[in-house]
């Protein structure tokens, strides 16, 4: 459930209230390693609608970020098909977090330390409202997903998984 408190202010907030992006905050108590299994829980919502923030690294150690519905995993195989890459595999926590100023499991896509390619699985775009970190562990935001076109001018890919 939700813990009592404020909504944090983090880059990934500052980010979309610069851009005018409309959006709903929602804490929760972060499990570690809980993963986007315990937020859709903690949130009472359906954990597809539940969007994970991943950084991947081409062959020439590139960073690229993929957004994923929580219940899918990434084809990486597909992703750097699609992405015009060799190949593609998720990075270390210690470079994920060199790359986007934010700490595993609390990455977002919004605000990040060093701009970088952004794809996103195109079935996310069919639902109407989406749970996406925003900035800080336990601390979602809710947000039309084409806000993710407009404002980071991410790419649509079919790269999704069955988990």
Excluded: W
Excluded at 33 to 57: I, M, N, P, Q
Excluded at 139 to 156: N, Q, S
């Amino acid at each position: 459930m939700m813990k009592h408190g404020h909504a944090p202010e983090t880059p990934a907030t500052r980010f979309l209230k610069a851009h005018q992006v409309a959006f709903s905050s929602h804490l929760y108590a972060y499990e570690e390693h809980g993963g986007t299994r315990v937020s859709a829980r903690e949130l009472r919502v359906d954990e597809h609608a539940v969007v994970k923030t991943l950084v991947f690294a081409d062959e020439t150690a590139k960073p690229l970020i993929i957004l994923m519905h929580g219940d899918c995993k990434v084809s990486a195989r597909e992703l750097a098909r699609q992405a015009g890459c060799k190949k593609v595999e998720p990075c270390q926590p210690e470079a994920a977090h060199r790359h986007t100023g934010f700490l595993v499991g609390g990455t977002s896509p919004f605000g990040v330390k060093k701009a970088m390619p952004v794809f996103i699985e195109k079935s996310i775009l069919d639902l109407p409202l989406i749970y996406i970190n925003g900035g800080k562990r336990g601390y979602l935001v809710g947000i039309d997903p084409r806000e993710i076109l407009r404002t980071l001018k991410a790419v649509p890919v079919e790269v999704a998984l069955a988990m």
